[in-house]
């Protein structure tokens, strides 16, 4: 990999982390994702963040290390801005290669890494406004709680304007050779957009009070360069990531998109039969819609269509007197997720007999959800029963625009 060129005597260090593999061991990539990590050279020496053994990373960063005239060996701080296995699992080794450089993260981040890899030595907590002079230049500290670990913090070199911050404004998708968003043409960066907002919906959901927190605290930083730990760094317009990030905030707090996220599952198409007719309905609204099918789609991509649509409809046929199984997923992982405050229409077939609406009605009652009566019915609809799913349709579209 090679050494990329933020400004003078910073450079950013990535590894690429290949399709196939899970994040988390949740969640695809299928467009991979990216490690970075950040060397600032003054008299002494920083690294900005570690990786941990995944797709031979140490490897990557090493090489790119070396492209800048550095090595492991001669680090004098490592900054970890965030404890996760992803930006620390190979600290244990850094640490046999490199014993003299000395560890810095909040204290709860120090904690971590007592408990996590067992080291004692060489390790200094720091907090909020806390300055590490590398001699001719130095990094300023910036605790931001929950974004989304309690000990994660932001890392600024004002002498740059380039904000280091981990997880945070971060993206799935590997990069190749290119890493800054001004060598991407608008197509890419749109689909790069698309990943950062699944990103946002599978990682960073739940913390998104935090999240608007943390960008209130970095307003007065004249930030000319945002450098996250995954995907794209942003020197061309820094501050477009971070706004992304607060209007994804804002999804959590009723700001969601005036759309319709259609999550079904079908076993012999009697309940895609009815849903055909709500699609019909919204559709008469002029409502866009995206639509995902599961389990033939992962579960992370009805999690970011429903994070950022107002209203969704929900079709599943009844299986064994309960929910189809993948749906009840779904919304396990909606109630882990925090998918609050949304307009639900929940439709399905049953064949001898019906039984997911009370499954169903007890999965969600911690959601906060407004919903549509539910519509059922046994084997394929009758037109009849087509004619009302249409209605229903049209229902939840109307409401959709009464929220605008």
Excluded at 113 to 137: P, T
Excluded at 216 to 233: F, M, N, Q, R, Y
Excluded at 365 to 374: C, D, G, Y
């Amino acid at each position: 990999m090679n050494a990329h060129k933020i400004a003078d005597s910073l450079f950013c260090v990535s590894a690429d982390i290949a399709a196939g593999d899970l994040f988390e061991g949740i969640w695809p990539i299928p467009r991979g994702v990216s490690l970075n990590s950040y060397l600032v050279k003054g008299k002494k020496t920083a690294l900005i963040d570690l990786v941990r053994d995944w797709s031979q990373a140490p490897r990557q960063i090493g090489e790119a290390l070396a492209e800048a005239g550095e090595a492991f060996e001669t680090v004098d701080y490592l900054v970890l801005n965030h404890l996760e296995p992803d930006h620390s699992g190979w600290l244990r080794e850094f640490r046999a290669r490199n014993p003299a450089a000395e560890i810095i993260a909040t204290a709860k981040g120090i904690d971590l890494v007592k408990s996590f890899y067992k080291l004692e030595q060489g390790l200094r907590a720091v907090k909020d406004g806390d300055k590490l002079d590398l001699g001719g230049r130095e990094l300023v500290f910036f605790e931001t709680p929950n974004i989304h670990w309690p000990e994660t913090m932001m890392t600024f070199d004002p002498a740059s304007g380039t904000l280091f911050s981990c997880d945070a404004f971060g993206s799935f998708g590997a990069l190749g050779g290119r890493v800054f968003d001004d060598e991407y043409d608008d197509r890419e960066l749109a689909a790069y957009e698309s990943e950062e907002l699944r990103y946002y919906a599978n990682i960073v959901s739940s913390f998104s009070l935090f999240v608007e927190r943390g960008i209130e605290k970095l307003l007065p930083l004249d930030i000319k360069c945002t450098a996250p730990s995954h995907g794209i760094v942003w020197r061309k317009n820094p501050r477009a990531v971070i706004e992304r990030y607060r209007k994804y905030a804002r999804y959590s707090k009723g700001g969601a998109e005036n759309a319709v996220a259609v999550i079904w599952g079908s076993m012999y198409g009697n309940t895609k039969l009815g849903l055909d007719a709500v699609l019909a309905g919204i559709e008469a609204e002029g409502v866009p819609c995206s639509v995902c099918r599961v389990p033939d789609e992962d579960v992370s991509f009805a999690l970011a269509a429903a994070f950022r649509c107002k209203a969704l409809v929900l079709a599943m046929p009844t299986y064994e007197y309960a929910m189809f199984p993948p749906m009840a997923y779904v919304l396990d992982i909606f109630r882990r997720k925090h998918i609050f405050g949304k307009t639900v229409l929940r439709i399905g077939s049953w064949g001898w007999v019906g039984g997911a609406k009370k499954e169903y009605e007890a999965a969600i009652e911690a959601l906060k959800w407004e919903s549509l009566p539910s519509v059922e019915w046994a084997g394929a609809p009758t037109a009849e029963e087509c004619a009302v799913l249409a209605g229903r349709g049209r229902e939840l579209a109307r409401a959709v625009k009464e929220q605008r």
